[in-house]
């Protein structure tokens, strides 16, 4: 099982990027899936999260300019970001809860990509 995130870049303030990830592997069950990122110095903290069936969890910081979902057909999960500010520049890290048919069950991390917002 493997996630595998894409999407990041250099956008300037304002601009909008799509962080989208893949769930690939012998899997039962995605339970909930999600982003978060780490900035130069910082913690990683959670950005957004979306359960199953739906639900949306964000941070204070995003919220009203991210919006997560998933597709459970292709297993994915995609982060639409818009009006990006220079404090959302970091490595962001797609996450999953997953039931493998083989191995290993539980948390499992794409390789993250950077976001650049700069002029």
């Known amino acids: 099982v493997q996630l595998q995130a894409s999407g990041g870049g250099l956008v300037q303030p304002g601009g909008s990027l799509r962080l989208s990830c893949a769930a690939s592997?012998?899997?039962?069950?995605?339970?909930?899936m999600g982003w978060y990122r780490q900035a130069p110095g910082k913690q990683r903290e959670l950005v957004a999260a979306?359960?199953?069936?739906?639900?949306?969890n964000y941070a204070d910081s995003v919220k009203g300019r991210f919006t997560i979902s998933r597709d459970n057909a292709k297993n994915t999960v995609s982060v639409q970001m818009n009006s990006l500010k220079a404090e959302d520049t970091a490595v962001y890290y797609c996450?999953?809860?997953?039931?493998?048919?083989?191995?290993?069950?539980?948390?499992?991390w794409g390789q993250g990509t950077q976001v650049t917002v700069s002029s």
């Open positions: 979306i359960t199953s069936s739906g639900s949306t």
């Open positions: 592997g012998s899997m039962s069950r995605i339970n909930d």
């Open positions: 996450n999953a809860e997953i039931v493998a048919i083989v191995g290993y069950s539980g948390r499992y």
